[in-house]
């Protein structure tokens, strides 16, 4: 007759044996797994003649043994996502391991060549039953088959975050690379972190990590981005253990790519903004920036977002609409360049002042035709870099953070410049909006309604998809 698997008997507590007619069953705890013997022998007497030609309680009457050993063990609970799943045959050769979860998911892993091992390479989903059936050849040539189970943990919460820029999104040269998580992440799981994430450049220089807060890390070049260049970042955070028992529970993935060089240099004293183009100065904009009691923020600032119409009121920051400093305008050709309510703006109010004196309460103010023409040439990540004001720039402002903060303080990155891997990037990113800016704003003279544009001029495809209009800061 054909060979049929051989069914060993699934073990129940620390240990059982079971004896049917001449066939023994041994199983026995071993480490953290469990080993398996089956053995059996020829029997004499009636016994033997009425089974010769047949298998009993599927164990085949022929002298043969085979034993091995599973991790986890039989029945074990709160199995951790991290956990490598392994069989190891002691003797007899494994056919084929399957790790199948409740899930309908499977656990990949490999198997020696020998035949002897097969490991888990996958990582185990939370909340879920696993069932591992064996498929084994005994010494003789007998097939077997086995199955253990266990189940993973049940974890307090799970860990969601999201990356930054978005796929596909072209940025200026200083734009960091941010994760955003929904829950803090534990000091020591936040450098564990760092090993499962892989930053692929076409062009590779050198960058780091920091994390600014618990739930905020950030990615950025020792320099400034170079033009051109192609940058995939893959998170293998599935399964990962944030601290407190909270796991994350996908993998995500985002790429993008760094356009010209656009680096603008503000100088509060001159009361002037020079921008540049890949090097070359291509335009000069009188200005004026924050009044000695309202000064702008000194240091590197990005472009967080523009946004054609941004809704200013003062009554927000607690000063009431009708008081002599209060205002509630709409102001136009808006670039945010920080938490704090910073922009770069048409401030048709203050155009008699700007090149000559510093009026308003931190934004730089511009003229409304200079402000369009800076709309339509910025993109997110570039560079505005306000100089000579005696206003320090903030650490925990987004605008002003990264570029501020010194090299020393990052943790240097292993970078990636392989072609392959940044071709297997997939696009499952999800946009992280700017942060609601809430600082000081100034006070708003009427602005004519003859000054101001009526409509947007057109956005250039590769900057951000900004928020619906909001009330903010500064004038």
Not at 90 to 103: E, F, K
Not at 133 to 140: E, G, L, Q
Not at 264 to 291: C, L, Q, W
Not at 322 to 345: A, L, R, T
Request: charged letters at 10%.
């Amino acid at each position: 007759m054909a060979d049929q698997p051989e069914a060993l008997p699934a073990t129940q507590g620390l240990s059982r044996s079971k004896v049917v007619i001449a066939a023994v069953v041994i199983v026995a705890m071993v480490g953290a797994g469990i080993a398996y013997l089956v053995t059996s022998s020829k029997s004499s007497g009636s016994a033997n003649a009425a089974n010769a030609s047949r298998d009993v309680a599927g164990v085949t009457p022929t002298t043969q043994g085979i034993s091995f050993v599973v991790q986890p063990a039989d029945g074990s609970t709160d199995v951790t996502p991290a956990s490598v799943v392994s069989v190891t045959a002691m003797t007899g050769r494994l056919v084929d391991v399957t790790v199948s979860g409740s899930d309908g998911s499977t656990v990949a892993g490999t198997m020696a060549a020998s035949g002897m091992a097969w490991q888990s390479t996958g990582t185990l989903a939370i909340k879920t039953d696993y069932t591992v059936t064996i498929d084994a050849m005994t010494p003789s040539g007998k097939p077997v088959e086995q199955e253990t189970h266990f189940s993973s943990l049940v974890p307090t919460s799970t860990l969601g975050y999201t990356i930054s820029p978005s796929t596909g999104l072209t940025v200026g040269v200083a734009e960091p690379i941010v994760f955003r998580f929904d829950h803090p992440v534990s000091a020591a799981s936040q450098t564990a972190m760092l090993a499962d994430l892989q930053v692929v450049e076409s062009n590779p220089v050198a960058g780091g990590w920091r994390w600014f807060d618990d739930e905020e890390l950030h990615f950025r070049p020792e320099a400034y981005w170079p033009t051109g260049e192609q940058v995939s970042v893959q998170a293998n955070l599935a399964g990962f253990d944030g601290g407190n028992n909270i796991y994350a529970t996908s993998n995500a993935t985002t790429s993008f790519t760094v356009g010209d060089s656009h680096i603008s240099t503000a100088n509060v004293t001159t009361h002037e903004m020079t921008v540049t183009d890949n090097g070359k100065v291509v335009y000069t904009f009188p200005i004026s920036t924050g009044r000695d009691i309202y000064p702008t923020m000194d240091g590197i600032h990005i472009d967080l977002y523009r946004q054609y119409d941004v809704h200013m009121v003062s009554s927000t920051v607690g000063i009431p609409v009708n008081s002599p400093n209060g205002y509630d305008e709409h102001v136009f050709w808006d670039v945010n360049i920080s938490d704090g309510g910073e922009f770069v703006h048409a401030a048709p109010w203050s155009v008699a002042e700007q090149g000559h004196s510093n009026v308003s309460h931190g934004c730089i103010n511009v003229s409304p035709a200079n402000a369009e023409t800076f709309y339509n040439f910025s993109r997110v990540g570039d560079v505005i870099d306000v100089t000579g004001s005696p206003r320090p720039p903030s650490l925990s402002d987004h605008g002003t953070m990264d570029w501020n903060t010194p090299w020393s303080d990052f943790t240097p990155a292993v970078i990636d410049s392989s072609p392959g891997v940044a071709a297997t990037i997939q696009t499952t990113t999800t946009t992280v909006p700017a942060p609601t800016t809430t600082t000081a704003p100034p006070p708003a003279p009427t602005v004519p309604a003859t000054t101001l544009p009526t409509t947007p001029a057109t956005v250039p495809t590769t900057t951000t998809t900004v928020p619906a209009t909001t009330t903010t800061t500064k004038l």
